[in-house]
């Protein structure tokens, strides 16, 4: 699905990380850890066709990014559904048209209707479905973005420290979800600093946990 | 080839969904109607004066080029005799259909514009005008002349050649001008327009970037841009064209007696012409709108 072969890449001549391999395969549970400032958004990025490596091969749902224009981009990120810390919503539109966003720009708006309430009642915003992005709370944020991640029924799911501005309790409820759509099949790449949230995942699924270090991404220790 | 003609046709039918996606933007909504509006109101005078100015050309070539004037200046007491002697010469002249001595009141009626209605004609020592109209093949002028020269003294062919061809080039100029004025009119429409668009792009980047990483192709995200700066550039054109139009037609009316300024404005059909600004203007908008904003989008990551 992913495929990362010896990626390099570097910014303003600093070398960010080097020689990284990964494979992400349908129904994998990722993790990646690393301090802040070691590059997990970068590598997130990658992951998503957003960024191109300076060095290696990308290799986004068969294709190399490097050969791909920027509609093969566009349509591959359709397959990846992606979660940002400080979710990113469009805040002049309802939450509902938020969350259905990605169905609109790829033409899909009729699906919209039957399925969005669906979706808002399972990560329970079903009621502030009309409410705009700054009137919801940080935890009801998180959700919307994992609820408009996941509206195109994407392959991958990829969460860049979704539990970053939310309490424990949330934290616990967003992991579900996404150990949910896990056994539905989606393979699932969180980046976090959060141990707990790891350790709390692991006890549900099987999960490979990753480490940017030295510019590397090693597997993490025995303590996780 | 398909492919993008079906791109063109989405980005002018455009797409309400795209369209919402991105938040109104007050000032270059303003900015675009306004310049529409102030380049429409222009475009249609600029029009006006080189409709009337290739009319005036086309006018001043049909009714001059088969005429000519022959002006007899006598003693009083010769202008009769040299006004028959010429007549004479110019009935027997190959290529003339027509020489006509102008009556005393057609003469006045000529110095009218110049002098006004009271213009005591009996003091002045006017000279006698003959009318002479042209077959198609023309007449020898030269011949006539010399002619002329011989036979009836006081004479003096004028053909309107030496100021019809000049009059005529600088009304011919003047209507390229005004054409010339048009285009230049939608450069600059299109150049605001780009500004406004990439005011309004740059004002919505993160609106951009959400697009983008929710899977938003590059023609939809321009689609949204696109279609609101023509809606807009077609809205203010028809507005500076309706206003435009009220201005020309307030405009005082051709006279008979009048020159060149009371005949600026359309006639008949050529109140069409104007119509034709609005479309323009939204295809302009639409054109500059979208190299904008793919040129932009491009240029982000």
């Known amino acids: 699905m992913i495929e990362l072969e010896n990626v390099a890449y570097s910014y303003g001549g600093a070398e960010l990380f080097a020689e990284v391999s990964l494979a992400i395969t349908p129904g994998s549970f990722h993790f990646l850890t690393g301090p802040s400032g070691a590059g997990k958004t970068t590598f997130l990025k990658l992951c998503y066709g957003d960024l191109t490596a300076t060095a290696g091969r990308v290799g986004l749902f068969g294709k190399d990014r490097r050969d791909m224009t920027r509609d093969d981009v566009a349509l591959a990120r359709r397959r990846i559904g992606v979660v940002h810390q400080d979710c990113q919503f469009l805040d002049h539109l309802p939450l509902a048209e938020n969350v259905a966003l990605p169905l609109s720009v790829s033409g899909r708006t009729a699906e919209a209707d039957g399925n969005l309430n669906d979706l808002l009642a399972w990560v329970g915003l079903a009621a502030q479905a009309r409410q705009l992005p700054p009137q919801l709370s940080g935890g009801e944020r998180q959700r919307a973005a994992l609820a408009r991640a996941v509206i195109m029924s994407p392959d991958l799911i990829i969460a860049d420290e979704p539990t970053g501005n939310i309490d424990w309790e949330m934290s616990q409820r967003l992991l579900t979800l996404l150990v949910e759509l896990n056994r539905m099949g989606k393979a699932v790449m969180i980046a976090t600093h959060d141990l707990n949230l790891i350790r709390a995942a692991k006890a549900q699924v099987s999960a490979r946990v990753l480490r940017l270090r030295g510019a590397r991404l090693v597997a993490a220790g025995a303590e996780l | ?301």
Do not use: C
């Open chain 2, 1 to 301: 080839m398909r492919v993008e003609i079906g791109r063109v046709l989405s980005l002018m039918v455009g797409d309400p969904e795209a369209d919402r996606a991105v938040p109104p933007t007050g000032f270059t909504a303003w900015l675009t109607l306004f310049t529409a509006g102030a380049m429409a109101f222009l475009t249609v005078f600029a029009l006006a004066l080189s409709l009337a100015t290739g009319r005036l050309a086309d006018r001043w070539s049909s009714e001059l080029a088969r005429t000519a004037t022959l002006r007899i200046s006598a003693p009083p007491d010769q202008v009769a005799a040299q006004t028959r002697a010429a007549l004479k010469v110019l009935q027997e002249t190959p290529g003339i259909a027509t020489a006509r001595a102008m009556t005393e009141a057609e003469q006045k009626a000529l110095l009218e514009p110049w002098f006004g209605p009271d213009l005591p004609l009996d003091t002045l020592p006017l000279p006698q005008l003959i009318e002479i109209t042209e077959t198609a093949q023309g007449y020898d002028a030269t011949g006539l002349r010399a002619r002329l020269q011989a036979e009836v003294p006081g004479a003096v062919l004028d053909d309107h050649t030496r100021w019809r061809e000049p009059l005529v080039a600088a009304a011919s100029r003047l209507r390229t001008l005004g054409f010339a004025a048009i285009a230049l009119i939608a450069a600059s429409t299109a150049a605001m327009i780009t500004l406004a668009a990439r005011a309004a792009l740059a004002a919505n980047a993160q609106v951009i970037r959400v697009l983008r990483l929710v899977g938003a192709r590059d023609v939809y995200i321009a689609r949204a841009f696109v279609r609101r700066f023509t809606l807009r550039a077609l809205a203010g054109a028809a507005a500076g064209t309706v206003a435009g139009m009220v201005a020309i037609w307030l405009l005082p009316p051709a006279a008979p007696a009048g020159g060149f300024l009371t005949g600026l404005g359309f006639q008949g059909a050529g109140w069409l012409w104007p119509l034709v600004i609005p479309p323009l203007a939204a295809i302009v908008a639409f054109a500059a709108t979208r190299a904008a904003a793919l040129r932009t989008l491009r240029k982000q990551t």
